[in-house]
């Protein structure tokens, strides 16, 4: 059995890409990928940029999870705000990671340039806040991030937003201009093509059902064949089930939702954001959107813990669509589609080793197109024996969810609505 893409627009409008039959023989391979997603997929090609031959296994299809269902945002950094980051790891942490804020996006652009992968790529995101106390905590992000070196950031009152995004919604916001945006599963499906321009091989429809990370060769058992490799890398994120047992507590499956309008026309797009730049607000439960190269509206936003999908995206989502649009009210909404992201309790992306062989990623915790992209670079170097950037974070500490995997999701969930209830009353 296949699995398809999701029924998205990105799914829709995706580029050509070729068939790749699952694996059927036993085989022996350098470097085996377990996740054709963008962690995968940028591990795959830092390392055959190495010299390495490597071996890729897909459960379903080439960016067949979140990272062909996302919101397509090039946002820098991780979840985790550098001031967390401090106050959890230390300072000498902070400042490591501040050193990486946009690395990850320098990587997209870099693969992008390289291979000629046409995925719509295009410049600056903007943060908007509802209120004062927002702007606040955009400009002390600001000086922050100025701080480690990245001055990209350009605040925007009320007046100024408006060339970016025509709502009267927002007391202002703030421009990162070396953030952007993308059609992530024509990213995706691009960076496979390159993989296999460099001699890697990429094998769909491949379901992983058991791994042996002790073995100094570690071992992939699939459903109809055996992988043995002298390095091993586990990027399933969200997707990878229970068949690697020692990394399932490690993240939460957290679904988050997408819609696609009908094409609003060059006009009505251009005055509805006149830059072409995407947009996310700082609210905890955040919105965010962004055009279509057809001129759609890319809208998404909400949560539910432990990865369900709501009874219908669309109306979930098109009430705070109407509020930072109201001329939208009758627009038809024509794709619609939900997708798991991997929540780590940190916040922070998870990196590290299990056994002496197999290296692992996960856990971006919603700002994974950038994040992963970085960390495939981070798992080549660690792979390479180059790992002074790998191992600084696989030494972080992981932290389970309070109650588990069981009651992990209601914890979450009741935690959701008290930050909730501050977006709503501005504190």
Not at 206 to 214: G, K, L, M, R, S
Not at 301 to 322: C, F
Not at 418 to 424: E, T
């Amino acid at each position: 059995m296949t699995e398809a893409h999701a029924p998205s627009y990105y799914a829709a409008s995706a580029n050509p890409t070729p068939e790749r039959p699952p694996l059927e023989v036993d085989t022996q391979a350098d470097v085996c990928i377990i996740g054709a997603g963008f962690s995968g997929l940028s591990a795959a090609l830092h390392c055959l940029q190495q010299g390495r031959s490597v071996l890729l296994l897909e459960g379903a299809k080439v960016g067949w999870g979140a990272s062909g269902r996302n919101g397509g945002q090039i946002v820098n950094g991780l979840n985790a705000s550098l001031e967390r980051i401090e106050s959890r790891f230390g300072k000498e942490t902070a400042i490591f990671a501040g050193a990486l804020l946009q690395e990850g996006a320098s990587v997209i652009r870099g693969f992008v340039s390289d291979y000629q992968i046409d995925c719509d790529l295009k410049q600056r995101n903007v943060y908007v806040g509802f209120n004062k106390k927002h702007i606040q905590e955009l400009q002390a992000k600001q000086t922050l991030w100025r701080s480690h070196g990245m001055d990209d950031h350009e605040m925007l009152d009320k007046d100024a937003l408006q060339s970016y995004v025509k709502s009267d919604c927002y007391y202002g916001g703030m421009v990162d201009h070396s953030g952007g945006h993308i059609h992530p599963l024509n990213l995706a499906l691009g960076e496979a093509a390159a993989i296999e321009s460099l001699g890697g091989v990429i094998h769909e429809n491949t379901h992983v059902t058991a791994v042996d990370t002790d073995a100094v060769k570690p071992v992939v058992t699939t459903a109809n064949a055996v992988v043995t490799c002298h390095t091993l890398v586990i990027c399933g994120n969200a997707y990878l089930g229970k068949s690697v047992p020692a990394l399932a507590p490690r993240v939460m499956p957290v679904s988050t939702q997408v819609m696609a309008t009908e094409p609003l026309g060059n006009d009505l797009a251009h005055r509805l954001l006149p830059n072409d730049a995407c947009i996310e607000d700082v609210r905890y439960i955040l919105d965010y959107y962004r055009l279509s190269a057809d001129k759609r509206l890319l809208f998404g936003g909400g949560t539910i813990y432990g990865g369900r999908d709501p009874r219908s995206v669309e109306a979930k989502l098109r009430p705070n669509m109407e509020k930072v649009f109201p001329e939208l009210k009758d627009v038809k909404v024509e794709y619609a589609w939900s997708g798991n992201f991997a929540l780590s309790f940190t916040r922070v992306p998870q990196l590290g080793k299990l056994g002496s062989n197999t290296f692992f990623a996960m856990g971006y915790s919603g700002h994974g197109v950038t994040g992963s992209h970085l960390f495939g670079r981070l798992l080549s170097e660690g792979i390479a024996g180059r790992g002074d950037r790998f191992d600084k974070f696989a030494a972080l500490p992981w932290l389970p969810f309070p109650g588990g995997q069981r009651f992990g999701p209601a914890y979450s969930t009741v935690g959701s609505w008290w930050y909730g209830f501050r977006d709503a009353v501005g504190v």
